[in-house]
């Protein structure tokens, strides 16, 4: 057994809320966050589910897309608050709180992203290159044919 590795953390309500935490703060910056965010989504989703989590209300959405109104779940993790996409259901059974209160910040946490990413995994299930609706690439690069203009006509 190699005792340098630290052992697996538990899905407790406060390593997952650090995890989802370290999670968000890397996606805001990250190339490609599509994965971190839907990671991140997917843990959220399934603490409320169990009962980990809960959804306290709709805020305005700080960047909406293509400069329309719109809102965001908050969701209430440990001591930790996070915003996700709302659903149909949301709209109807959350209060709308209106602005982002920007006086309320989350605690600080020290967790690496590889530990927060693995926790995430094991406790969701996915897997990173396993993106919903999206075929596993083959090694095979594709090549668009290229066309060049003949100084003369062949004819």
Do not use: W
Not at 123 to 142: I, M
């Amino acid at each position: 057994m190699d005792s340098h590795k630290p052992a697996p953390l538990q899905p407790t309500i406060q390593n997952l809320s650090y995890a989802i935490f370290t999670v968000n703060r890397h996606a805001k910056t990250a190339t490609d966050p599509k994965f971190l965010y839907l990671l991140k989504k997917k843990a959220l989703e399934k603490m409320i589910q169990e009962g980990k989590a809960l959804k306290v209300g709709l805020h305005f959405s700080e960047h909406p897309k293509y400069s329309q109104q719109q809102s965001d779940v908050l969701v209430r993790c440990g001591d930790y608050t996070f915003h996700i996409p709302p659903s149909k259901a949301d709209f109807k059974q959350l209060p709308h709180l209106g602005k982002l209160d920007h006086s309320t910040r989350n605690p600080k946490c020290h967790m690496s992203l590889s530990q927060a990413k693995h926790l995430l995994q094991v406790y969701t299930g996915l897997k990173e290159n396993q993106h919903p609706g999206q075929l596993p690439r083959s090694g095979k690069k594709t090549y668009k044919p290229v066309f060049k203009k003949l100084g003369e006509s062949f004819f």
